[in-house]
């Protein structure tokens, strides 16, 4: 199994900065990709930024040019920065691991931690 303890969130002023923090434990992670995804009320969750074990990064467009992602592959954890936020970055942000032992690609979520852009 794999859990993830997320940290950071909260509220913070339109045009202010945050940054999320992930930590993933268990036995034999292998994981390949690390993310962060975010919901906000009434909508589905959507792909904040992924970053997989070489580096290669990929985000949602509202998000490029905002928002960094970065990752520790030694301590398996991934953070998310974020500047010049707006109020519709308001969401419950999910850290995500995609892990592979055998066979397909694993998803685990965060238990989210909530981000609230308001003055």
Known sequence: QVQLVE????????????RLSCAASGSQLRIVVMG????APG???ELVAT???????????????????SRDNAQNTVDLQGNNLMPEDTAVYFC???RQLFGPIRD???????VTVSS
């Open 7 to 18: 940290s950071g969130g909260g509220l913070v002023q339109p045009g202010g900065s945050l």
């Open 36 to 39: 962060w995804y975010r919901q």
């Open 43 to 45: 909508k589905q969750r």
């Open 51 to 69: 970053i997989t074990n070489d580096g290669n990064t990929h985000y949602a467009d509202s998000v490029k040019g905002r928002f960094t992602i």
């Open 96 to 98: 995500y691991v995609g």
């Open 108 to 114: 685990y979520w965060g238990q989210g931690t909530q």
